[in-house]
């Protein structure tokens, strides 16, 4: 044993200098892989959609925009990129299967859990809508809250339900839908920007708003009720819209021509006067000259009505008159 002892220091020895010679050789490798390592992590692109938030040693740098960038490789600067140019969608209610597609957290959740609802009047609707939003500060969407999507989620359920328990369960079904999508867009970004999530929403829509299904039926009777009541209302309001300015045009008219009227006879009768009292002056004047005018105008006016007119002196004697022959014999 102790003569193999030697042998053994001799071997460690001839390890140790085979060690020194490689470690020479593998140095300049190792450094042309670092190098290579380095220049290939230096750089970074981002897409049109999207804008890069760069931290270095765990420190808030710069965002940057579309375009190649440089950064210090081996973890020194991080860069995370967020699709900031284009418009995220969450549904709530229901699944549509792009959204499925994401995995996201809340695909195994109730969803009568976010669509039921209790209105102003203690009734519930099932209302179904989508939140449309986009990225404005990606620097705060990231690091403003540990879960965005999950606060936006929260955020729009708890608005909406606020803004459905002020209205009655008919004007949620019917007509008040843009009117609820409205306003709890606009009190989800006022929350929104008081959390400085750096985020910009864009649009809430109600997809589908109905009553629970165990009611539906007798909520469907009623709405067609309501309905046959509305056509009756219409139709009556049409018919007096109809009837009555027919009716105001009508009387205007008569009235019109009953003034047209009035005046036209007052009119004649001051001509007449007037007439009368041109006459009486001449007669003053000219008592004789005015009574055979008088007479020959009267006389002018009758004629002139009658077709054939035969006027025989009375002191002719056996004479027989033809008529039809446009004779006439004057004393």
């Given at each position: 044993?102790?003569?193999?002892?030697?042998?053994?220091?001799?071997?460690?020895?001839?390890?140790?200098?085979?060690?020194?010679?490689?470690?020479?050789?593998?140095?300049?490798?190792?450094?042309?892989?670092?190098?290579?390592?380095?220049?290939?992590?230096?750089?970074?692109?981002?897409?049109?959609?999207?804008?890069?938030?760069?931290?270095?040693?765990?420190?808030?740098?710069?965002?940057?925009?579309?375009?190649?960038?440089?950064?210090?490789?081996?973890?020194?600067?991080?860069?995370?990129?967020?699709?900031?140019?284009?418009?995220?969608?969450?549904?709530?209610?229901?699944?549509?299967?792009?959204?499925?597609?994401?995995?996201?957290?809340?695909?195994?959740?109730?969803?009568?859990?976010?669509?039921?609802?209790?209105?102003?009047?203690?009734?519930?609707?099932?209302?179904?809508?989508?939140?449309?939003?986009?990225?404005?500060?990606?620097?705060?969407?990231?690091?403003?809250?540990?879960?965005?999507?999950?606060?936006?989620?929260?955020?729009?359920?708890?608005?909406?339900?606020?803004?459905?328990?002020?209205?009655?369960?008919?004007?949620?079904?019917?007509?008040?839908?843009?009117?609820?999508?409205?306003?709890?867009?606009?009190?989800?970004?006022?929350?929104?920007?008081?959390?400085?999530?750096?985020?910009?929403?864009?649009?809430?829509?109600?997809?589908?708003?109905?009553?629970?299904?165990?009611?539906?039926?007798?909520?469907?009777?009623?709405?067609?009720?309501?309905?046959?009541?509305?056509?009756?209302?219409n139709q009556a309001e049409q018919a007096y819209n109809k009837v009555i300015p027919e009716a105001k045009g009508k009387a205007k008219k008569l009235v019109s021509e009953a003034q047209g009227y009035a005046q036209a006879v007052v009119n004649r009768a001051e001509g007449d006067a007037n007439r009368f009292a041109e006459i009486y002056r001449e007669y003053i004047k000219a008592p004789n000259v005015t009574k055979k005018r008088l007479y020959l105008e009267a006389m002018e006016e009758l004629f002139s009505?009658?077709?054939?007119?035969?006027?025989?002196?009375?002191?002719?004697?056996?004479?027989?008159?033809?008529?039809?022959?446009?004779?006439?014999?004057?004393?």
């Amino acid at each position: 044993m102790n003569q193999g002892q030697p042998d053994l220091n001799y071997e460690l020895y001839k390890l140790k200098q085979s060690f020194n010679k490689n470690k020479k050789a593998l140095l300049p490798l190792l450094m042309a892989v670092l190098i290579a390592i380095g220049f290939f992590t230096s750089y970074y692109t981002v897409e049109p959609d999207e804008e890069a938030v760069v931290i270095r040693l765990g420190r808030y740098l710069d965002t940057t925009q579309p375009g190649l960038h440089f950064k210090i490789p081996f973890g020194i600067d991080r860069v995370i990129k967020v699709k900031t140019k284009i418009v995220h969608q969450e549904e709530f209610g229901f699944r549509s299967q792009s959204y499925n597609s994401r995995r996201t957290n809340y695909g195994s959740r109730n969803l009568d859990e976010e669509s039921l609802m209790v209105t102003g009047d203690l009734n519930v609707a099932e209302v179904q809508w989508v939140v449309q939003y986009q990225i404005s500060n990606p620097f705060k969407f990231l690091f403003k809250t540990s879960e965005p999507v999950r606060n936006i989620r929260d955020v729009s359920e708890s608005i909406l339900r606020r803004v459905v328990g002020d209205i009655m369960v008919t004007e949620v079904l019917t007509t008040g839908r843009v009117g609820i999508a409205g306003d709890a867009k606009q009190l989800m970004q006022e929350v929104l920007d008081k959390y400085d999530m750096g985020v910009l929403i864009r649009s809430i829509k109600l997809q589908d708003v109905n009553p629970p299904k165990k009611v539906q039926a007798s909520f469907n009777d009623v709405n067609a009720a309501k309905q046959e009541q509305e056509k009756m209302i219409n139709q009556a309001e049409q018919a007096y819209n109809k009837v009555i300015p027919e009716a105001k045009g009508k009387a205007k008219k008569l009235v019109s021509e009953a003034q047209g009227y009035a005046q036209a006879v007052v009119n004649r009768a001051e001509g007449d006067a007037n007439r009368f009292a041109e006459i009486y002056r001449e007669y003053i004047k000219a008592p004789n000259v005015t009574k055979k005018r008088l007479y020959l105008e009267a006389m002018e006016e009758l004629f002139s009505k009658l077709d054939n007119v035969v006027i025989i002196d009375p002191k002719v004697k056996g004479l027989l008159p033809v008529f039809g022959k446009g004779i006439s014999n004057e004393k």
